[in-house]
């Protein structure tokens, strides 16, 4: 399921755009029964993105932090999904924090400016 995830947010934000995309998982992740078995968080947001280097396209940060947001709050981990942007050099990152962990990190990233946010869709573990 988390390569089906990544596939969808790769197009759907590409379409739809990042908050149509965001309103859909949340939508579509509180129609799943409530996950029971107790997965460490780490172990969670690792296995949201096992498997990228095989998909034939290019997996970007936005798409990775959605997968680990969805599987996180999945399974009852308060998950925010975070973008951000840096004017010097202008580029943008999406990351997710969450018991204060911060997952699909990039160097730098004190530097980057949060813009958006999304809140989490599962009550917490």
């Not at 998982?25 to 280097?53: C, M, Q």
């Not at 599987?71 to 975070?82: F, I, M, Q, R, S």
Request: proline letters at 6%; one cysteine or more; aromatic letters at 12%.
């Amino acid at each position: 399921m988390n390569t089906l995830v990544l596939y969808f947010s790769y197009f759907s934000t590409k379409i739809f755009g990042i908050d149509r995309t965001a309103k859909f998982l949340t939508w579509l992740g509180r129609r799943f029964p409530k996950k029971t078995v107790a997965r460490p968080i780490n172990e969670l947001a690792d296995s949201a993105i096992r498997g990228i280097h095989l998909l034939p396209l290019r997996i970007e940060c936005l798409d990775q932090a959605m997968a680990t947001w969805f599987a996180l709050n999945l399974h009852g981990y308060p998950a925010v999904l975070k973008i951000g942007m840096r004017l010097s050099p202008l580029s943008g990152h999406a990351w997710v924090t969450c018991n204060q962990e911060t997952f699909v990190k990039t160097p730098g990233m004190e530097d980057f400016t949060e813009v958006a946010s999304y809140a989490p869709w599962s009550e917490s573990v």
